[in-house]
């Protein structure tokens, strides 16, 4: 049984649930340009609504400062929601009050009515327990599907669980169910691939793997720091040099806790920071004063390769290289469809996320090959770093 109340425990035929989700979604020109998370919560909607809930949808959009406004309303993305689950997504143009308890009451079973962006109330991020208190009047029950917003305390991610019957939706369920696989119960050997730009952002989710996996690998302009810190010329890299030291002491620790670190053997390096720029392989010894690092190279790749062929369970935030330029994208996507060679065959079970981690494997066309992918940004970065996620926590089996 999972350690989380999920739907399997909830009787929701007639009831009116409030169904917490994610509908911040990526615009460009009004429109929407990922609808990724969209695609992930029609699973719990449809199921609800099959099973004869009365559903009434919580979202927030965006950072609104001062109360309503146009360019942060949900209305314009209720449409588009229904087009994804199929039936009509009602609107009401606040989320608590008259206007919220009369589209409620017009519900019948099976009908879905999406609130107003919950961030119009300063109560939501405050989770104020009045404004907790007059969400609560709309359900009979909470179901929360935002995984992503579950490393806030606000009061639809958080003081709902704790006045309602609360569950996590099938999306959340997923996500912790993965989560939990890559890191608290995994099969071993585990590696965790680290990367991206920089080591000042990723201390705690360092310092956190380095105690739960057996190989830390180290990717991205954030590799240059340890090298550097081994005593390597890295040229004009980005690098880190004031935190050479503090790259030493997390190799020393991941050593004292038997987690090996893994760094680059050699790179792909390059005079200029832009796409198709003239470049060569280079051992990371040999890196020359006007060159940067833009990318793993192929003895670096093999290596790793090596690496994920001995383990089990496979974590990865961060690309290996600058994955936005090609051909500095080789390396990521090379390490991505060995991962997702290996996933389908059944040896290895690969979670990734966080950041620019889910765009990078898109782009690797591996992405689909992954056992889980996970879209929810600071919560799964939260995650890796050990830290408990106040929604998350609300829903587990007491
Ligand atoms: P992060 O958001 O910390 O995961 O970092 C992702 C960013 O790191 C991407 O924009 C990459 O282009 C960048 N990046 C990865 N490797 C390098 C590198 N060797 N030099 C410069 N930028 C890099």
């Not at 209720?78 to 689950?85: D, F, I, S, T, Y």
Request: proline letters at 4%; hydrophobic letters at 45%.
């Amino acid at each position: 049984m999972s350690s989380f109340r999920t739907l399997d425990q909830a009787d929701v035929s007639g009831k009116r649930v409030l169904l917490r989700v994610d509908l911040n979604l990526p615009m460009e020109n009004g429109r929407i340009s990922d609808a990724t998370r969209i695609e992930r919560i029609v699973p719990t909607i449809a199921e609800l609504a099959r099973k004869g809930a009365r559903i009434v949808l919580l979202a927030h959009f965006g950072r609104p400062k001062n109360g309503p406004d146009e360019a942060n309303s949900l209305k314009p993305i209720a449409a588009a929601l229904g087009e994804h689950v199929g039936r009509n997504v009602a609107f009401a143009a606040d989320c608590i009050g008259s206007v919220a308890e009369d589209a409620v009451a017009k519900l019948r079973e099976g009908e879905i009515l999406l609130l107003e962006n919950t961030r119009f109330h300063k109560g939501e991020e405050k989770n104020d327990p009045a404004f907790v208190a007059s969400l609560a009047k709309l359900g009979d029950l909470y179901v929360n599907d935002a995984f992503s917003a579950a490393h806030r305390a606000h009061a639809s991610t958080e003081g709902l669980a704790h006045v309602l019957p609360a569950y996590a939706g099938r999306g959340m369920q997923a996500e912790l169910d993965a989560l939990t696989a890559a890191l608290e119960t995994p099969k071993r050997p585990v590696a965790a691939v680290v990367g991206g730009a920089k080591v000042s952002t990723k201390l705690e989710l360092l310092g956190n793997l380095s105690k739960k996996v057996d190989y830390i690998i180290i990717g991205g302009g954030m590799a240059n720091t340890f090298l550097a810190a081994q005593g390597k010329q890295v040229g004009k890299s980005l690098c880190e040099k004031d935190l050479l030291d503090t790259a030493r002491s997390i190799i020393a620790q991941a050593k004292a806790g038997n987690c090996e670190i893994v760094l680059p053997v050699d790179a792909v390096a390059a005079k200029d920071f832009k796409a198709h720029a003239e470049n060569r392989v280079v051992d990371v010894d040999h890196v020359a004063d006007d060159e940067m690092i833009l990318d793993l190279g192929p003895a670096s790749v093999k290596g790793v390769e090596g690496i994920l062929h001995k383990c089990k369970t496979l974590v990865w935030n961060g690309p290996f290289g600058a994955f936005e330029m090609q051909p500095f994208d080789a390396g990521t996507n090379a390490v991505a469809k060995f991962a997702a060679d290996l996933t389908a065959s059944g040896a290895l079970v690969t979670v990734a996320g966080g950041g620019d981690t889910v765009s990078a494997l898109n782009q690797s066309g591996a992405a689909d090959r992954f056992t889980y992918i996970s879209t929810a940004g600071g919560a799964f970065l939260e995650w890796l770093e050990g830290k408990v996620l106040p929604g998350v926590e609300a829903l587990r089996q007491k």
